[in-house]
């Protein structure tokens, strides 16, 4: 009878539905039984360690600690690191977010922990840090669950534990090894039979999950080979699916979830290249090598990001610019993950990013010779979204750069932004983009990027809020690509052109927009437009968190910040004025802004066919007169 009533609760827990999130967090509690499939493991398995941390790795890094300083400041600041980590309490399952709950925050915390202590104890020995690390773990085993029903925090948990177990492998006891071992089995291999967040979609999910799993199952091979078997045919059936947006180079979802999806296939890919010797061709995927210089070319001068979509302006850790500096042979990718770590050098703390610390296995120090310069004129094509970027300069904070998003709005995390530009000069950020509305994080009704979807209700994802054109108070229209049509650099300068006339179907007939960037660091927003529906003005946008001062005529704005000056010049039309308005959201919920405001040029309708021309004078420019004027159509003849 006893036996009876334990078949019946398993399967009505089998029965459980779990919750569907409009990002692929489903669950399917239904048990899939193991079957057997041709070895995807056809030799031996090397020793512990076999997860990127192997003999000769470890030979080559502590030389490098020994003797290049970089190298030596850099393992110094991870040791700081896991000093600091080792006085904090041992890691608890904490479930965070007020309407969709998560575990995320404590899978990170113990993958930068397991990461920090690990590195810091292999390359300088010491008996605390490694039972501190081994007390982590141990808490972590005995978690109820990793939380698989949002499953980034199985994932990256089991990854996280698989290192551990893997680096630790010959200084544990038999039993420290079964209770981690088990527990990867059971919270991590086992929970993705029933549990298919992530498994097959064409996102971030897909790379987090597998790249978690692949990791468990190769540090476990041995004790559960039919269980890992089956968890490495998942990733390989189902892996590349998360790669066709790299086609073209650029990351359809902005350069910060570049650098999370780009983080775990950079880890799935050293997990296998050093177990098996083969990495399932991640790193020769189309696109794959072409997206570093896609981030390395939205990094603008100041180190924040052209940050289009749902991504933070950052500035963000590049220490998978480390690994692809090492696997593609290219010393500028190792200098400017470099970089990158100013912050992390200079501040010892116990929750910077959890990567950071991985960049010392793939370090290798560059002469001045080897060091390359990137073009300061770039344009990507993506399958998904186009952008062009540009620059006087690289290697100099004050440089002068503009960027502009193009391509297609129906994407994973997308924005109404077509048009969108970003400015720096002199080592500020003029015009911004807002980022992320976090609202619709905490909800499920804010995803589908449909014309009619809620989303484009919120201030921040709409065009309203974007350095663009907005045409009658209408929102911009998703279907099709807007393309970048032309690009140009010569002594002239430097020059792009988009067509957006798709964004705004049923509201203009055409609309081009053209920046430039001029030899003496000026910049130019021009828009050329046709055929505008008579019953609509034009309203032009950019948001600034800058002090704006408009002359009287209201044709000339100064802005300030930090001590610089960017002069702004509204050339075309003749009759058109600067003003200022607010940044506000509609609702209360919303972020409010703080800070922002924006600069605005409106024009009545009915709106003539015309060009309406923006220039920007920074102050440090030697410019002395205005630029001659002509149709974006003819800017890159």
């Avoid at 559960?224 to 998360?242: F, K, M, V």
């Avoid at 201030?459 to 140009?488: C, E, M, W, Y």
Wanted: hydrophobic share 40%.
């Amino acid at each position: 009878m006893k036996k009876l009533t334990t078949i019946a609760i398993i399967s009505m827990m089998l029965l459980t539905t779990a919750s569907l999130h409009a990002q692929q967090t489903q669950t399917t509690p239904q048990e899939t039984p193991v079957v057997q499939r041709e070895s995807l493991v056809t030799q031996t398995l090397p020793p512990h360690p076999r997860l990127m941390l192997t003999p000769d790795v470890k030979a080559r890094v502590a030389k490098v600690i020994q003797t290049d300083p970089w190298g030596g400041r850099f393992f110094n600041r991870i040791k700081l690191g896991a000093y600091a980590v080792k006085e904090l309490p041992v890691i608890q399952r904490k479930l965070k977010g007020k309407n969709y709950k998560r575990m995320l925050a404590t899978s990170r915390d113990a993958m930068h922990n397991i990461f920090t202590m690990g590195l810091a104890h292999t390359f300088a020995p010491d008996p605390q840090l490694r039972q501190r690390m081994v007390d982590e773990m141990i808490s972590i085993a005995n978690f109820e669950d990793w939380h698989p029903k949002h499953f980034l925090d199985t994932a990256e948990m089991t990854l996280a534990m698989a290192v551990g177990y893997d680096w630790l492998y010959n200084e544990l006891t038999i039993e420290q090894r079964q209770i981690i071992r088990d527990a990867i089995i059971e919270h991590g291999l086992k929970a993705a039979l029933t549990h298919k967040g992530g498994l097959s979609v064409n996102n971030n999910w897909n790379q987090v999950r597998h790249a978690g799993l692949v990791a468990g199952a190769l540090a476990v091979y041995e004790d559960a080979p039919e269980l890992a078997e089956e968890i490495l045919h998942q990733a390989h059936d189902n892996y590349q699916r998360a790669l066709t947006p790299y086609v073209g180079g650029i990351y359809p979802e902005g350069p910060t979830y570049w650098g999370y999806g780009t983080s775990f296939s950079f880890l799935m890919s050293a997990c296998l290249q050093s177990a098996l010797g083969d990495d399932w061709g991640i790193t020769k995927t189309p696109g794959f090598y072409e997206s570093f210089d896609f981030v390395l070319q939205t990094t603008a001068p100041t180190k924040k990001l052209l940050n289009f979509a749902d991504c933070s302006e950052g500035p963000m850790h590049l220490p998978i610019h480390m690994w692809a500096g090492s696997i593609y042979n290219r010393p500028d990718f190792t200098t400017v993950s470099m970089q990158s770590f100013y912050r992390y050098l200079d501040n010892v703390d116990t929750t910077s990013f959890r990567i950071n610390p991985m960049a010392l296995l793939w370090y290798k120090p560059v002469t001045d010779t080897q060091a390359g310069t990137p073009s300061t004129l770039y344009v990507g094509k993506g399958t998904k979204v186009h952008l062009a970027t540009m620059r006087s300069e690289w290697g100099n904070c004050k440089a002068s750069f503009i960027g502009l998003k193009a391509g297609a709005i129906r994407v994973n995390h997308g924005h109404m932004d077509i048009g969108a530009f970003t400015i720096e000069a002199d080592g500020v950020r003029w015009a911004s983009d807002l980022g992320a509305e976090h609202k619709i994080y905490d909800g499920r009704d804010a995803w589908s990027t449909a014309q009619d979807s809620k989303r484009w209700s919120y201030f921040r994802v709409n065009n309203f809020s974007h350095n663009t054109l907005t045409l009658g108070n209408n929102i911009q229209q998703v279907q099709d690509i807007n393309p970048i049509i032309a690009s140009k650099q010569d002594d002239t300068g430097t020059f792009a052109v988009l067509d957006m006339t798709n964004a705004y179907a049923n509201q203009a007939k055409q609309i081009h927009r053209g920046i430039a960037l001029l030899p003496d660091k000026t910049m130019l927003v021009q828009d050329d437009y046709q055929g505008v529906d008579p019953t609509m003005d034009l309203r032009w946008n950019m948001m600034t968190q800058t002090r704006i001062i408009i002359s009287k005529d209201a044709k000339h704005v100064q802005l300030q910040r930090g001590g610089q000056t960017m002069n702004v010049h509204l050339l075309q039309p003749t009759d058109a004025t600067f003003q200022v308005t607010p940044a506000l959201p509609p609702t209360e919920a919303e972020n409010q802004n703080k800070g922002y405001q924006r600069l605005s040029i409106i024009l009545p309708a009915p709106v003539s066919d015309g060009s309406l021309t923006v220039e920007f004078v920074p102050g440090s420019s030697t410019n002395t007169q205005d630029p001659i004027l002509k149709s974006t159509d003819q800017w890159c003849e």
